[in-house]
T-cell receptor
Framework: KAGVTQTPRYLIKTRGQQVTLSCSPI?????VSWYQQTPGQGLQFLFE???????NKGNFPGRFSGRQFSNSRSEMNVSTLELGDSALYLC??????????????FGPGTRLLVL | QKEVEQNSGPLSVPEGAIASLNCTYS??????FFWYRQYSGKSPELIMS????GDKEDGRFTAQLNKASQYVSLLIRDSQPSDSATYLC??????????????FGTGTQLKVEL
């Protein structure tokens, strides 16, 4: 099976712009979670989507949003970019059916630099 | 208080030795626990998952869980230079609402020296 894929891999934006990141989960997986990783804060949970619905949400401002399509692919959007949004954004997929007792597999990440 | 705590290291061990990585968590209702390995510039890679009290072994890796003490550990036997990486402890705190919500520790940097 192919793994989790994320596009683009690298992105440079300027403050105030918005950005959309894409994630394709492992075939058959219906849950997609997004995480932000920074040197200062580590890995932090953004949100999880399952069957096109947001099922869990982390403590991030409303500038961070996401959605999931019927084929389980997910997009994450960040509006009005700030310098502090520079980070590695990771997507993880799992079956979504094991009540939280399942393993999440991470994609390679999208590295976002905000200038 | 951080929800998942790990010693940041670095933890240095000689090649062939046992590396012991520790993690404590604060959410008593957590039911699933994971160890991920992350090489510099790469994404996290699953090493072990554990759900029940006791030990779980997979090759050179053994995960230990003690829910009463809210403690998870990872032992790496016969450590190799290729094991040098940051090890992340993660706890699924999404049980209440169902689904997934991993809370990560800050990671322990392991260095295996020749």
């Amino acid at each position: 099976k192919a793994g989790v894929t994320q596009t683009p891999r690298y992105l440079i934006k300027t403050r105030g712009q918005q950005v959309t990141l894409s994630c394709s989960p492992i075939s058959g997986h219906r849950s997609v979670s997004w995480y932000q990783q920074t040197p200062g804060q580590g890995l932090q949970f953004l949100f999880e989507y399952f069957s096109e619905t947001q099922r869990n949400k982390g403590n991030f401002p409303g500038r961070f949003s996401g959605r999931q399509f019927s084929n389980s692919r997910s997009e994450m959007n960040v509006s009005t970019l700030e310098l502090g949004d520079s980070a590695l954004y990771l997507c993880a997929s799992s079956s979504g059916l094991a009540g939280g007792l399942e393993t999440q597999y991470f994609g390679p990440g999208t590295r976002l630099l905000v200038l | 208080q951080k929800e998942v705590e790990q010693n940041s290291g670095p933890l240095s061990v000689p090649e062939g030795a046992i590396a012991s990585l520790n993690c404590t968590y604060s959410d008593r209702v957590s039911q699933s626990f994971f160890w991920y390995r992350q090489y510099s510039g790469k994404s996290p890679e699953l090493i072990m998952s554990i759900y029940s009290n006791g030990d779980k072994e997979d090759g050179r890796f053994t995960a230990q869980l003690n829910k009463a003490s809210q403690y998870v550990s990872l032992l790496i036997r016969d450590s190799q230079p290729s094991d040098s990486a940051t090890y992340l402890c993660a706890v699924n705190s999404g049980i209440t609402g169902g689904g997934n919500k991993l809370t990560f520790g800050t990671g322990t940097q392991l260095k295996v020296e020749l």
